[in-house]
C-alpha cells in the first residue's frame, strides 16, 4: 500500500490537523488492530471480541465522515460504499480472512475520504514541496493503472465507479501539482490510491488470492 513519502510526515500532519478544524477525528491507527487499523494476513488469532470491536472502530469512524456538510460527490460514494462493505463484514464473520479484507477495504475507503476533506482546506502553494509531490505522485499513477485489473476480480456492481473516481482524483492531484499546491496533491493522489487499494482487498475476499496474470 502506498504511504506519505514526505519528511517528517509533514502531510499526515496538516491531514490531522484539518480533520481538528473540521471537528471530524482522523483515521488514526487502533492499537488493538495493529498498523492501520488492520492485522496480519490471515488472521486466525481473530477472536469474535476482536471482530465487535473492529465493527465498532469502523462503524463510529464512519459516523463521524457522514456528517460532512456539502461533501464532494467522491466522499459521498466513498461512504456509501465503506457503510456496505460494514455490513458484509458482518455478514463474514465467520470467516477470517474475508472479515479482514473487508475491513481493510472500508478502512481504506474512509481513509480516502479522510484525504479528499483535507485537500479541499489546502490550497497553499509551498515550493519546497515539488520533488516529494512529484515522486509521491509518480508512484499514485502505477497504482491508479491497477485499478481495472481489480476491478475485473472483485465482481463489484460499482467496480467501474471505483476506476473512474480513483482516475479523477489523480488528474485532481496532477491539477493540484501544476497549480504548485503540493501538499493537495498528495492528498487527492493518495485518496486516488486508496481506492485501488479497496479494490484489491475486495477481489482478495471475493477470490482469496487469485492467479498471478500472464504478461503477454
Known amino acids: 500500500m502506498i504511504r506519505m513519502l514526505v519528511p517528517g510526515q509533514k502531510m499526515l500532519m496538516v491531514v490531522l490537523a484539518l480533520a481538528g478544524v473540521a471537528a471530524v477525528p482522523a483515521m488514526q491507527s487502533d492499537p488493538r488492530f495493529g498498523q492501520r487499523g488492520q492485522r ?3 488472521n486466525r488469532e481473530w ?3 476482536d471482530k465487535q470491536e473492529r465493527l465498532d472502530f469502523l462503524a463510529k469512524m464512519l459516523s463521524w465522515r457522514t456528517k ?3 461533501p464532494a460527490p467522491e466522499h459521498v460514494f466513498l461512504i456509501a460504499r465503506a457503510a456496505e462493505l460494514l455490513e458484509r463484514m458482518k455478514q463474514a464473520r465467520g470467516n477470517n480472512f ?7 477495504a472500508a478502512d ?3 481513509r480516502a475520504g479522510d484525504r ?7 490550497a497553499q502553494i509551498d515550493e519546497n514541496d515539488k520533488r516529494d509531490a ?3 505522485l509518480q508512484r499514485c499513477y502505477f497504482r491508479v493503472q491497477q485499478a481495472e485489473y481489480f476491478s475485473g476480480l472483485c465482481g463489484e456492481r460499482e467496480s467501474k465507479q471505483y476506476v473512474t473516481y480513483s482516475r479523477s482524483l489523480y488528474q485532481q492531484a496532477r ?3 501544476d497549480a504548485r499546491q503540493y501538499d493537495r496533491a498528495q492528498m487527492l493522489g493518495d485518496a486516488s490510491s486508496l481506492l485501488v487499494s479497496a479494490l484489491e482487498n475486495i477481489a482478495q475476499a471475493s477470490l482469496r488470492i487469485p492467479d498471478p496474470p500472464v504478461i503477454k
Open 175 to 177: 491539477s493540484a501539482y
Open 40 to 42: 496480519g494476513s490471515d
Open 47 to 49: 477472536t469474535e471480541r
Open 98 to 104: 474475508q472479515f479482514d479484507r473487508l475491513g481493510r
Open 116 to 122: 479528499i476533506l483535507g485537500a479541499r482546506k489546502v
Open 134 to 136: 512529484a515522486l509521491f
Open 108 to 110: 481504506a475507503l474512509l
Open 68 to 70: 460532512e456538510v456539502d
